[in-house]
């Protein structure tokens, strides 16, 4: 068994016209990832993670959109990333313009550091180094 697995979001076919859901097709146990290329006006229906614990980061990669959370209208441009608990109301509303974003979705609640050696569940958030 490789020690990667590559795949283009080009090939996945998008879920509500613009999301392209990465980590089935990558075999991912623990992370979600998706490419949303947005049509001009496109928006996603307003949704939570709460009944699976997932918290999200929605990192926009090119253009202008709003990210709406609960009751707050985050404006976004290229570059800006937002992380959302998941128990937050989320919905994208893109612009007038085509954009592009990065969503990463995890566990929230996962045993977080030494204390959860020898646990299957153990889940580092110390992130990359090099």
């Known amino acids: 068994?490789?020690?990667?697995?590559?795949?283009?979001?080009?090939?996945?076919?998008?879920?509500?016209?613009?999301?392209?859901?990465?980590?089935d097709s990558l075999d991912s146990k623990q992370v979600g990832v998706?490419?949303?290329?947005?049509?001009?006006?496109?928006?996603?229906?307003p949704h939570d993670h709460a009944e699976n614990d997932h918290e999200e980061i929605y990192i926009l990669i090119d253009g202008e959109a709003t990210v709406v959370i609960d009751d707050d209208e985050i404006t976004m441009e290229s570059g800006d990333a937002v992380w959302i608990e998941p128990s937050a109301t989320r919905q994208i509303r893109n612009s007038d313009t085509?954009?592009?974003f990065v969503l990463v979705s995890a566990p929230a609640s996962r045993c977080v550091a030494a204390s959860c050696e020898g646990d299957d569940d153990?889940?580092?958030i110390e992130g990359f180094v090099g």
């Open 1 to 23: 068994m490789s020690a990667y697995k590559q795949v283009n979001y080009n090939e996945i076919e998008p879920v509500s016209g613009a999301m392209h859901a990465l980590g």
């Open 34 to 45: 998706s490419v949303v290329r947005c049509d001009p006006g496109w928006r996603n229906m």
């Open 98 to 100: 085509e954009s592009a």
């Open 122 to 124: 153990f889940w580092s």
